[in-house]
């Protein structure tokens, strides 16, 4: 095989980085059959609520072993510099004291941006690993978007690469948002990062009622979500739940 120098720089970078991700890998690979097996064996019954947690007294390492090893959803209740800009530049403050989307900076900010835009999105079908198959979607521009939630709530904006879309358009623009502390430890953003175009960051923008029928995360995996503005319900299930809705 023959490459330049700079290929094989790139590629000592690529297998670095690559072992980290195996090593990252293997550690969580040895803690899942202890994982798999609290799961399962959990008596999700006795789980009356969502736990909350105060970010500003939990240690990161004792919240993922309390809740994320034993597979209890939980909300963090705290101011998170990790989203500060975000809610500068999106958020507007209403007269009345509540808040609402600052509908002139997004629109001036990211009007041309193409996004997608989910039809029909409260479809029930489920694909064979039980994520909810994957509504009829367009591309429109960002103005066009909000132009359409003047007149329609029937749809919403749903998985729009914001993150990367930014960080292609200007590299050396600082990121839209860092991880929080309490999820910094992420083996495959980075890995998508060096690797492919792609990442597994979502921008979410729904009108009231819209929704996403039963389903689970990418990859079975822990996820995230920070909510902007307004509010978002959640309904989940015990893994000896049923598989069809």
């Given at each position: 095989i023959k490459s330049t120098s700079m290929d094989?720089?790139?590629?000592?970078?690529?297998?670095?980085?690559?072992?980290?991700?195996l090593d990252?890998?293997?550690?969580?690979?040895?803690?899942?059959?202890?994982?798999?097996?609290?799961?399962?064996?959990?008596?999700?019954?006795?789980?009356?609520?969502?736990?909350?947690v105060d970010g500003n007294k939990t240690s990161s390492s004792s919240l993922i072993h309390d809740l994320m090893y034993s597979n209890r959803p939980f909300v963090v209740v705290t101011e998170d510099e990790a989203f500060q800009q975000v809610m500068k530049d999106w958020v507007k403050k209403e007269d009345e004291g509540g808040t609402s989307i600052n509908i002139d900076?997004?629109?001036?900010?990211?009007?041309?941006?193409e996004v997608?835009?989910?039809?029909?999105?409260?479809?029930?079908?489920?694909?064979?690993?039980?994520?909810?198959?994957?509504?009829?979607?367009?591309?429109?521009?960002?103005?066009?978007?909000i132009d359409e939630l003047r007149h329609s709530r029937e749809n919403y904006l749903k998985d729009y690469h914001l993150y990367n879309e930014?960080?292609?358009?200007?590299?050396?623009?600082?990121?839209?948002?860092?991880?929080?502390?309490?999820?910094?430890?992420?083996?495959?953003?980075?890995?998508?990062?060096?690797v492919t175009d792609g990442d597994f960051r979502f921008?979410?923008?729904?009108?009231?009622?819209?929704?996403?029928?039963l389903h689970s995360d990418?990859?079975?995996?822990?996820?995230?979500?920070?909510?902007?503005?307004?509010?978002k319900e959640w309904t989940f299930f015990p893994p000896s739940s049923p598989s069809s809705p």
């Open positions: 094989r720089i790139r590629c000592v970078e690529l297998l670095t980085l690559l072992r980290t991700a990252d890998l293997e550690k969580t690979l040895d803690l899942r059959p202890k994982m798999h097996k609290v799961i399962l064996d959990r008596d999700y019954s006795t789980v009356s609520s969502v736990a909350s900076h997004l629109m001036g900010t990211y009007g041309s941006f997608p835009v989910k039809r029909n999105s409260a479809s029930s079908l489920l694909d064979e690993s039980g994520r909810a198959t994957e509504p009829e979607c367009v591309t429109v521009t960002m103005r066009e978007w930014l960080k292609k358009r200007d590299p050396s623009s600082p990121p839209l948002y860092t991880s929080s502390v309490f999820c910094k430890h992420d083996i495959l953003n980075p890995f998508l990062d060096s921008t979410y923008w729904g009108p009231s009622s819209s929704e996403t029928t990418v990859m079975n995996s822990f996820s995230w979500s920070f909510n902007v503005v307004g509010e």
